[in-house]
Every structure is written in structure tokens, then in C-alpha cells.
């Protein structure tokens, strides 16, 4: 089992619509999760970052984590074709070290 | 304020030669990690520095070395070069000492060995 686990996709959405993107992670002592946005070619960007329960709110994202179930997910809303690109799920380990999936690539389409 | 910068932004190696990547963390930031990426993969953990101190190693051979100096930039050398070297090499900044966990990425560099 990988430590953490995404759906490759692509998902596809249509401009305006929700993505809604998940992430499950196996060590069940993770306190940390963070979402990055990558754009081919390009790094990661940290888009979000969620410490409890719950869902976090920035503008457009959403992220919500349930411990209990061990998964992360993050909801983009208005979904805009600029969206497009791969995101990443990471989860903090031992140190600072982030485990990351392999990513989900978004489509938006107009 | 700046981001985090490397460089060089990209390098074409031969197999066996030695390669030495640098990157200057966000100024405050006192940690400074090295991710490598492969191709449809997530970042992998190398290395993870703070206050010139080696906090952390990856699942990584001894050809993989880093260091960080008093100015908190930091170093990652790989020797003898192996055609799997070949990935974006990436560093990422944080604040460290555990006032905060969030990992900021510079542009990284893209190693090439042929």
C-alpha cells in the first residue's frame, strides 16, 4: 500500500463547476496535510494547508481532512480553465519530510 | 521578498561526472529540503537541513550529499551520475524548528544525464 494515494485522473470539468479532489494516506499518526498545485513544466505551489478536522477555506479551495478516515480532499470552486494542472497531495512524516502521491491532473474545459 | 531561487535552471550531464545544484531558501526560513521528481511522480524526499544541522535522509544511495552554510542556502552534489539521475531536482524552504511545517518550492533545477 502506498503511503499516500490519488487518483491520476484526468478529471474533467466543465468551466464553473466544483473539482473535487481526494487524497487517502496510510500512517494514521500524519497531523499535517498539504495541497500543491503544479503546472506542467513548472514546481509545486502550496495552495493549501489543513492541521484539524474539518475544512479550511481560501478564496476558491477547500480543503477538508478527516483523521478518523484518513483522507484530505480539496474542492475548487467556479473552476476556471487556468485550474488545469496537476495537483499533489502531501503528508508531513518524520522531521519535515512531505510524502507526496502521485498527483491528480485537472481538466477544466470553457 | 523573493522566493526560494536555484541554480542553476537546467544542466545536461554525462554519465559518471558530478553534478552540484544550489538553492537560497525565503530569508527568514532557516530549513531547507531537496525533493527529487521524476517524470508523472510526486516529489521524492532527499535531504532535510536545518541550522546546518542533517535532519533528515531519504531512501537515497551515499552518492546523494547536501550541505547547508551559515546563510541557510544549501547544496546538493550527486557523484558519479547514472542515467536515473535524470529528474527536476527541487528545493523547498520552511521556516523549520517547528513554527511552521508549510514547504515553499523554488523552480527547481532539471538535470539531464546522458
Known amino acids: 500500500q502506498k503511503e499516500v494515494e490519488q487518483n491520476s485522473g484526468p478529471l474533467s470539468v466543465p468551466e464553473g463547476a466544483i473539482a473535487s479532489l481526494n487524497c487517502t494516506y496510510s500512517d494514521r499518526g500524519s497531523q499535517s496535510f498539504f495541497w500543491y498545485r503544479q503546472y506542467s513544466g513548472k514546481s509545486p505551489e502550496l495552495i493549501m494547508f489543513i492541521y484539524s478536522n474539518g475544512d479550511k477555506e481560501d478564496g476558491r479551495f477547500t480543503a477538508q481532512l478527516n483523521k478518523a478516515s484518513q483522507y484530505v480532499s480539496l474542492l475548487i470552486r467556479d473552476s476556471q480553465p487556468s485550474d488545469s494542472a496537476t495537483y499533489l497531495c502531501?503528508?508531513?512524516?518524520?522531521?519535515?519530510?512531505?510524502?507526496f502521491g502521485t498527483g491528480t491532473r485537472l481538466l477544466v474545459s470553457p | 521578498d523573493a522566493g526560494v531561487t536555484q541554480s542553476p535552471t537546467h544542466l545536461i550531464k554525462t554519465r559518471g561526472q558530478q553534478v552540484t545544484l544550489r538553492c537560497s531558501p525565503i530569508s527568514g526560513h532557516k530549513s531547507v529540503s531537496w525533493y527529487q521528481q521524476v517524470l508523472g511522480q510526486g516529489p521524492q524526499f532527499i535531504f532535510q537541513y536545518y541550522e546546518k544541522e542533517e535532519r533528515g535522509r531519504g531512501n537515497f544511495p551515499d552518492r546523494f550529499s547536501a550541505r547547508q552554510f551559515p546563510n541557510y542556502s544549501s547544496e546538493l552534489n550527486v557523484n558519479a551520475l547514472l542515467l536515473g539521475d535524470s529528474a527536476l531536482y527541487l528545493c523547498a524552504s520552511s521556516l523549520g524548528g517547528g513554527r511552521g511545517y508549510e514547504q515553499y518550492f523554488g523552480p527547481g533545477t532539471r538535470l539531464t544525464v546522458t
Open positions: 502531501a503528508v508531513k512524516g518524520s522531521f519535515q519530510k512531505l510524502v
